[in-house]
């Protein structure tokens, strides 16, 4: 026979923490769904590298990633430059879904918030305020949670960690994030 865990509420309270923003504002936090989180890759591709031909002494030819080092002409150097912006804009985006993420299922905001002034002040400031209550929220948590760009990465690893994912692991995930998304050739 197996034993069965209960879910007590001091069980769910460890998997809450707080956050204190760079304005010191504190909002409770909660670990990802884990199983989302691969999904966040989801019709991401990163661009091929460039690729250069070399012929060999025997006179076959191989084909090579380029990489800085081996830029000869102006084209290279422009196909490596289109590569570096197209990779950039693959990673902004992920992080993009990635921080949206966070803010949507890790940051907890009370149900019963007033939004009335925050709207208000968001409109003062010539900026449209979605109907949809989800997407308010999150631009809320845009605009109040994160107040620098060190709350984004501290918001981000406080989530991450309450996930049960380790520091080690998220390195290791950003490292081989590439490797995951690159088009087969």
Known sequence: MSKRKVVTEETVIDKIGEFTNSAGVTFQICGLPPLAIPSLQD????????????????????????DETTLQTDEDKLAWAKYLEDERIVQAELTNRMLACVLIEGVIIDDTIDLTRWESKQRLMGMKVPDDIEAKLLQYKRSVVIRSADDMKNLMNA???????????????????????QPKS
């Open 159 to 181: 989530v991450m960690a309450l996930t049960g994912v380790s520091q080690e692991a998220i390195e290791k995930a950003k490292k081989s994030f590439q490797d995951k998304i």
């Open 43 to 66: 019709g991401l591709v990163m661009p091929e590298k460039p690729k250069y031909v070399i012929t060999t002494v025997s006179g076959d030819k191989e084909t090579y990633d380029h």
